[in-house]
Each structure stands twice: as C-alpha cells, then as structure tokens.
C-alpha cells in the first residue's frame, strides 16, 4: 500500500498536462481506492487488536457534539457528494466512552452508507437521547 501511495503521490506532483499518454485521471482513482484499501487495512488491524484483548478501551467523558464533528470535519472530502446535516439535541450530557474508538465507528458507519447508496441523498443524523449510556451526572 505504502509503495502504491508514494508512486501515485510521485506522479501526482509531477503532474505534466502536455504528456497526453498518462491517464491522469486513472492516477487519481488509483491514489483514492489506494486510501481507502489503507482505510479498510487499518480497520481490519485495529479490530484484531480489540478481540485479542491487546487494545483496552480508553474510557473518558466525552462530548457526543464534539464527536460528531469531528467525525465529520476528518472525513468531508470521502463525503462530498452528500449533504450531511448533523441533528444533535441541545444539553445531551458527557458520555464516558473512548473517543477515538467511537470515532472509527461512526466514520465506517458514514462509509458504509456511502458505498451502499449510488445516489445522493440526505444523511440525517439525530441524537434525542443516551438514556442507556452512563453519564457523568448520573454517576455523581
């Protein structure tokens, strides 16, 4: 993946126009499949480490908001051609969870939806409650 990355990201900057015989537009589908096979590479890593009990959950109170957006911001250009409008009640509470976990979940949630669906659409994403999360309030 690493040798694909860097001969794509070579070519890219080098990107000469007059040379007509380079599919440049194939180089830039082969520099994004190339992302998202690292994507997918990552994942599939990173959930081996939790099975085999080798990653710990690093529980933290953390804000839903602030999760989604960043969530969100992170992965704007694989969601370009959607709209999406993040619904999230007002005075949700701090929820303990790990923050960079649950942030993988909800980007392969969002690139989930992506793949599945060919046309656009709306991603509407709310949050009324977590009545069934621990909160900070409801543990003091």
């Not at 890593?45 to 009990?53: A, F, H, Q, V």
Request: aromatic letters at 6%; one cysteine or more.
């Amino acid at each position: 993946i690493a040798v694909i990355t860097s001969a794509t990201n070579a070519l890219k900057e080098t990107r000469d126009l007059s040379l007509p015989w380079v599919p440049w537009a194939m180089v830039d589908e082969i520099q994004e499949a190339t992302r998202r096979l690292n994507r997918v590479v990552t994942n599939l890593l990173d959930l081996t480490r939790l099975e085999s009990g080798y990653v710990k959950p690093n529980l933290d109170w953390c804000d839903v908001e602030d999760l989604i957006h960043v969530t969100l911001k992170e992965i704007e250009r694989d969601l370009l051609r959607y709209k999406v409008t993040p619904e999230i009640a007002k005075g949700i509470p701090l929820v303990r969870l790990d923050f960079v976990l649950m942030q993988q979940v909800l980007t392969n949630l969002l690139h989930q939806t992506d793949l599945r669906e060919a046309a656009r659409f709306v991603l509407v994403y709310q949050l009324q409650s977590l009545r069934r999360f621990p909160t900070k309030q409801s543990l003091e």
